[in-house]
Nanobody, 130 residues
């Protein structure tokens, strides 16, 4: 089992910033691609950002490009999502996810599809007020 624990969510005014963190103790974290997804009430879960195990590849949803930055610290078994210039439409529960697939590890891939991830955290609420 890969345990993922998100933190850093909260309430922020539009234009503000939050930094989300996801810790993955006790796993082979350095060899996993990691991603962030979000789900707002009544909406489908959507991709936000992903980073490959080596940090050489990243992917972002068009809606967050230029505002969000994904990063990881393999020595600390942690992946983060820095969110700047937040908008009310960013309000959602944010989930981190781990991709343990060997082939994607070898290709240094940063997956964008939810079905490419194997383990998920419990989520952390982000609320952006107008």
């Amino acid at each position: 089992q890969v345990q993922l624990v998100e933190s850093g969510g909260g309430l922020v005014q539009a234009g503000g910033s939050l930094r989300l963190s996801c810790a993955a103790p006790g796993g082979t974290f350095s060899r996993y691609a990691m991603g962030w997804f979000r789900q707002a009430p009544g909406k489908e879960r959507e991709f936000v950002a992903a980073i490959s195990w080596s940090e050489r590849r990243t992917n972002y949803a068009d809606s967050v490009k230029g505002r969000f930055t994904i990063s990881r610290d393999n020595a600390k078994n942690m992946v983060s999502l820095q969110m700047n210039s937040l908008k009310p439409e960013d309000t959602a529960v944010y989930y981190c996810a781990a991709d343990t697939d060997l082939m994607r590890f070898l290709s240094d891939y940063a997956p964008t599809g939810a079905d490419e991830y194997d383990y998920w955290g419990q989520g952390t609420q982000v609320t952006v007020s107008s």
